[in-house]
């Protein structure tokens, strides 16, 4: 059972930046894609960015050129660098991995645009 834990959440003002982490558990993080997903108040959890095993990545429009996820196999890790934070990125971010048919899903970290 893979079990995925996010951190780095929290409050930020628009402009600011944070980064979240994803730390899994379970031996094939590395052929794994990893995404990150995010859901607001009253509205459907989307996509926000994913990279595949091989390193290559995708992004919703929305967060193009802002946000910039990565992945460490090493650590079984997996990042979202979010800069230029603006308060419509307000949501709870959830880390997901799937492996072939099998989707994991973390328990979301709550990030909060606002000055």
């Not at 079990?3 to 558990?25: F, W």
């Not at 990150?36 to 509205?43: F, I, M, T």
């Not at 230029?84 to 949501?91: F, I, Q, R, V, Y």
């Amino acid at each position: 059972q893979v079990q995925l834990v996010e951190s780095g959440g929290g409050l930020v003002e628009p402009g600011g930046s944070l980064r979240l982490s994803c730390a899994a558990s379970g031996s094939f993080f590395s052929i794994a894609t990893m995404g990150w997903y995010r859901q607001a108040p009253g509205k459907q959890r989307d996509v926000v960015a994913r990279i595949t095993s091989a390193g290559s990545t995708n992004y919703a429009d929305s967060v193009k050129g802002r946000f910039t996820i990565s992945r460490d196999n090493a650590k079984n890790t997996v990042y979202l660098q979010m800069n230029s934070l603006k308060p419509e990125d307000t949501a709870v971010y959830y880390c997901n991995e799937q492996l072939v048919t099998t989707i994991y899903w973390g328990q979301g970290t709550q990030v909060t645009v606002s000055s």
